[in-house]
């Protein structure tokens, strides 16, 4: 090969700087050569950019999707177009921000006479907030093949799958999806609860996987229910046709129709039989129509997406977890009693405290709160 | 491999934190391309106007940034489309030509500033029909991310030559991707 001449430096460079073995002098050199040919430049670069999708395939695009589909809210995009960035916190944790403030205002639904006198004692604030905050992106992770949607616990998480799709994702739920998920392959894993409202297609089923049982999809919107560890995995179909069948039992499969909901009971392991005979005898299914909230119409299985809490005739320890889902908290119930007492209401947009006080005008209780553990007692 | 930058900066939104994801897509790509506008306008404050806009641009289609297969040659080949047609306003503007309708490369649909697999067709065709060597070195650098010395020593080859070989084969990516350009741009205009 002959000597380089001088108007091919460029092209050495070029190659020095694609096999990183380039100077920092002559990494300046070669852009001066560059911007003394910006169509040159620019093919470098589409050169550049195809070696980098070689490796970054449809995955990475859904990927990108999945993560800029969540809407910024617009003051906050003026915000940050008027160059307003020097108030930017660089070592602010993820999350952090999303914990409720003690100062937000709270919205009080006329549900309950003691707590409208509450809301009136405290003279808390009805105050609307934009949908738009509601649900921010989660946090997508490659993990062999599959991509993982998790919303941390104390926010929600958006998403919009490459085939429409729309997943909304309650707190502290994670959802899995394989890396070249398309119309033909719908099929996600979910722990934890996330309402699914699917883009039907007749030929190409949508289906969810959850711990116990399979969810297929036979028209639109939904509510899978089906935390690690929790007793019962339920459903809850909203519109269109539902199919679920049971991890243990696949031939024994359900119909549901609109405004139905199934609980799974989760068995419970019990030492003394035969695993398999025990799924059997021992995982019970109960369908029930569900009954939307007669004043808002809330329905309450879904009512999280609007970030409502709603509880109805709940045990104050069953209420205690949803709540310690909701505010990212654990919460210590010391007193039998007291876990025992029946509550009804819906929170909005309450801080947690503002929730402890409306729950202590309707049940009588103390509370304390160290840290992100509240201890409740007498 | 990802882009780091493009990694870091989806990570951003991911988490939530756009003011500080705006940043980097700020602080990374500004004043490249802002080099980049410039080349072609051979004036600073046009240039700098056009490079607002593009990024002001990128992040207002957030939602629809899934046509975007690569931020950085979308973010180049914005740049390069708004700078040539300033370009041309400003030869229109000097010459007084009227009549000769404007070709206005910003209004373009933004899908035909992906990088298409006409363009990635283009370029892996191109690779094929690089020499064999001169193509194994090329491969060696840009699949498994080896230096010019790794290469080198595996192949039992100078260094020299390993640039030289590598310089070959940018030459004629570069000339195919050229030709694409320019029948792209013909097209256009039919």
């Given at each position: 090969m002959n000597q380089m001449k001088d108007s091919n430096r460029v092209w050495l460079l070029m190659g020095r700087q694609l096999s990183r073995s380039i100077s920092a002098e002559e990494e300046k050199e070669l852009k001066e050569l560059l911007k003394q040919d910006p169509e040159l430049w620019y093919s470098y670069e589409l050169i550049q950019a195809v070696n980098n999708l070689d490796n970054v395939t449809d995955g990475?695009?859904?990927?990108?999707?999945?993560?800029?589909?969540?809407?910024?809210?617009?003051?906050?995009?003026?915000?940050?177009?008027?160059?307003?960035?020097?108030?930017?916190r660089q070592e602010t944790p993820p999350y952090e921000d999303e914990r409720p403030e003690e100062t937000s205002p709270a919205r009080i639904r006329k549900y309950s006479p003691l707590v409208r006198i509450a809301a009136v004692v405290a003279g808390i604030a009805v105050t609307a907030w934009a949908g738009l905050t509601l649900f921010k992106p989660g946090k997508t992770t490659v993990v062999h093949g599959m991509n993982e949607i998790a919303a941390p616990p104390g926010s929600k998480t958006q998403i919009t799958l490459a085939d429409g799709t729309e997943i909304w994702l309650n707190a502290g739920s994670k959802l899995t999806y394989?890396?070249?998920?398309?119309?033909?392959?719908?099929?996600?894993?979910?722990?934890?609860?996330?309402?699914?409202?699917?883009?039907?297609?007749?030929?190409?089923?949508?289906?969810?996987?959850?711990?116990?049982?399979?969810?297929?999809?036979?028209?639109?919107?939904?509510?899978?229910?089906?935390?690690?560890?929790?007793?019962?995995?339920?459903?809850?179909?909203?519109?269109?046709?539902?199919?679920?069948?049971?991890?243990?039992?696949?031939?024994?499969?359900?119909?549901?129709?609109?405004?139905?909901?199934?609980?799974?009971?989760?068995?419970?392991?019990?030492?003394?039989?035969?695993?398999?005979?025990?799924?059997?005898?021992?995982?019970?299914?109960?369908?029930?129509?569900?009954?939307?909230?007669?004043?808002?119409?809330?329905?309450?299985?879904?009512?999280?997406?609007?970030?409502?809490?709603?509880?109805?005739?709940?045990?104050?320890?069953?209420?205690?977890?949803?709540?310690?889902?909701?505010?990212?908290?654990?919460?210590?119930?010391?007193?039998?009693?007291?876990?025992?007492?029946?509550?009804?209401?819906?929170?909005?947009?309450?801080?947690l405290e503002e929730a402890l006080k409306v729950l202590q005008v309707i049940a009588p209780f103390k509370y304390s709160i160290q840290n992100d553990r509240i201890i409740i007692h007498q | 491999m990802l882009d780091p930058i493009t990694k870091v900066f989806t990570d951003l939104i991911a988490e939530n934190r756009e003011s500080e994801a705006y940043q980097l897509l700020y602080s990374q790509y500004h004043a490249t391309l802002l080099d980049f506008s410039t080349a072609y306008l051979k004036a600073r404050e046009p240039a700098e106007e056009i490079v607002n806009d593009v990024l002001l641009k990128v992040w207002q289609m957030k939602g629809n940034i899934v046509e975007i297969s690569n931020l950085r040659a979308y973010l180049f080949t914005?740049?390069?489309?708004?700078?040539?047609?300033?370009?041309?306003?400003?030869?229109?503007?000097?010459?007084?030509?009227?009549?000769?309708?404007?070709?206005?490369?910003?209004?373009?649909?933004?899908?035909?500033?992906?990088?298409?697999?006409?363009?990635?067709?283009?370029?892996?065709?191109?690779?094929?029909?690089?020499?064999?060597?001169?193509?194994?070195?090329?491969?060696?650098?840009?699949?498994?991310?080896?230096?010019?010395?790794?290469?080198?020593?595996?192949?039992?080859?100078?260094?020299?030559?390993?640039?030289?070989?590598?310089?070959?084969?940018?030459?004629?990516?570069?000339?195919?991707?050229?030709?694409?350009?320019?029948?792209?741009?013909?097209?256009k205009e039919v």
């Open positions: 990475f695009i859904d990927e990108i999707k999945l993560l800029l589909d969540a809407h910024t809210a617009p003051e906050k995009l003026n915000a940050i177009l008027n160059g307003r960035l020097e108030d930017v394989p890396k070249n998920f398309s119309l033909e392959n719908r099929e996600v894993s979910l722990v934890g609860e996330a309402f699914f409202k699917v883009k039907h297609n007749d030929h190409h089923t949508f289906i969810v996987h959850t711990q116990e049982a399979d969810i297929t999809d036979l028209g639109t919107s939904f509510n899978v229910k089906a935390y690690a560890g929790g007793s019962t995995t339920e459903t809850t179909l909203i519109e269109g046709a539902l199919e679920v069948s049971l991890k243990k039992d696949p031939s024994r499969k359900i119909r549901m129709k609109p405004n139905e909901k199934l609980v799974l009971r989760n068995a419970a392991p019990d030492a003394g039989k035969p695993a398999a005979q025990q799924a059997e005898a021992e995982q019970e299914l109960k369908v029930t129509e569900i009954i939307p909230y007669q004043q808002t119409n809330d329905i309450v299985e879904t009512a999280w997406i609007e970030n409502k809490l709603i509880f109805r005739e709940e045990r104050f320890e069953d209420l205690a977890a949803m709540m310690e889902k909701r505010y990212n908290v654990s919460i210590v119930i010391k007193n039998e009693d007291i876990k025992d007492y029946q509550l009804t209401g819906i929170f909005k947009n309450e801080s | 914005a740049v390069r489309n708004a700078s040539l047609d300033q370009l041309a306003r400003w030869k229109k503007e000097q010459r007084l030509l009227s009549g000769i309708p404007l070709r206005d490369l910003t209004a373009e649909d933004p899908e035909s500033l992906v990088i298409s697999m006409e363009l990635y067709d283009c370029i892996r065709n191109a690779i094929n029909a690089l020499p064999p060597r001169c193509r194994q070195i090329y491969e060696m650098v840009r699949l498994e991310g080896m230096r010019n010395k790794d290469v080198s020593e595996k192949l039992n080859i100078s260094v020299n030559t390993i640039d030289v070989q590598l310089a070959i084969a940018l030459k004629r990516l570069v000339q195919a991707v050229n030709i694409f350009n320019k029948e792209r741009t013909l097209s």
